[in-house]
């Protein structure tokens, strides 16, 4: 005989009242590689449905519009205080932790693929 699960609710609510960090524990649970959702949802005692649900809630809060972001252009190497650059650099940084530094010659055309490419990198995340 297996042994199963019993969660005994001893208050008044019908509903239970899932902090948010539980939420994204479970959620982050199901995203790993090789997690099976309905196994994450049975685990946490919820139905694979609210799992979606709850991924579709936390997935889609981080995707907010672009914001702009000011930028500073130095006129000489080392210009700006505390980023000593090479001449002839630049350096992008996504806000997912994404970076690409780019060191020599610069040619746009290269630059405006690779920022589409990461771009699309930080929107799968």
């Known amino acids: 005989?297996?042994?199963?699960?019993?969660?005994?609710?001893?208050?008044?609510?019908?509903?239970?009242?899932?902090?948010?960090?539980?939420?994204?524990?479970?959620?982050?649970?199901?995203?790993e590689p090789g997690a099976v959702a309905s196994e994450v949802a049975r685990a946490a005692g919820?139905?694979?449905?609210?799992?979606?649900?709850?991924?579709?809630?936390?997935?889609s809060r981080e995707q907010t519009a672009p914001t702009f972001s000011p930028v500073a252009v130095a006129t000489e190497p080392g210009a700006a205080p505390g980023l000593p650059r090479p001449p002839q650099s630049i350096e992008i940084e996504f806000g997912h932790g994404v970076?690409?530094?780019?060191?020599?010659?610069?040619?746009?055309?290269?630059?405006?693929v690779l920022v589409g490419a990461l771009a699309k990198i930080g929107r799968r995340r």
């Open 99 to 112: 970076r690409i530094r780019i060191i020599g010659a610069i040619d746009a055309s290269i630059v405006k």
């Open 46 to 59: 919820i139905h694979v449905s609210q799992l979606f649900r709850w991924r579709q809630q936390l997935c």
């Open 1 to 31: 005989m297996a042994k199963t699960q019993v969660e005994v609710i001893t208050s008044v609510q019908r509903r239970r009242r899932w902090a948010l960090s539980e939420k994204e524990r479970i959620v982050t649970a199901a995203l």
